[in-house]
């Protein structure tokens, strides 16, 4: 019975990025992303 739904992989997800590198270094690269999608 593997029944994972996509809303715990992406906590999941989001916990191992936690782990590995800092929350400012992410929210800056997701700040850079969405200026990037504007730009386009």
Known sequence: ???ISLGQ???V???VLLL???L???TKNLHNL???R???
Do not use: A, E, P, T
């Open 1 to 3: 019975m593997r029944n």
């Open 20 to 22: 590995f590198s800092d």
């Open 13 to 15: 997800f989001f916990v």
């Open 24 to 26: 400012s270094k992410i």
């Open 34 to 36: 969405i200026k990037k």
């Open 38 to 40: 504007k730009k386009k």
């Open 9 to 11: 992989l992406i906590i």
